[in-house]
Nanobody, 125 residues
């Protein structure tokens, strides 16, 4: 079965950190760029960060620049999102999605071929 599986979400206090993982099953991630999206209650899904298939190109949504870092380990078939200095407004379900290698790293839902089921991040005191 071809799928992406996110993990690493949870409850964290403001100012805390979490590392999300996106692992591929049934296919290799090195042929895909990966984008992290998030969706807060009552809001539209938004792109948070993306990374190209080789990892040499990344992009971030303005509100997470300097706080979030995306990386990938193709040997482990996994992409990571390190989140620091978390704020209550970061609370959302976080999803990873894979786009084919010919698709540019982008923060919009275009050409996404696989989606994960999501992992909840709750930033609260």
């Amino acid at each position: 079965q071809l799928q992406l599986v996110e993990s690493g979400g949870g409850l964290v206090q403001p100012g805390g950190s979490l590392r999300l993982s996106c692992a591929a099953s049934g296919f290799t991630l090195d042929s895909y760029s990966i984008t992290w999206f998030r969706q807060a209650p009552g809001k539209e899904r938004e792109g948070v960060s993306c990374i190209s298939s080789t990892g040499d190109s990344t992009d971030y949504f303005d509100s997470v620049k300097g706080r979030f870092t995306i990386s990938r380990d193709n040997a482990k078939n996994t992409v990571y999102l390190q989140m620091t200095s978390l704020k209550p407004e970061d609370t959302a379900v976080y999803y990873c999605a894979a786009a084919p290698i010919w698709s540019l790293c982008r923060l919009v839902n275009v050409n996404m071929r696989y989606w994960g089921q999501g992992t909840l991040v709750n930033v609260s005191s």
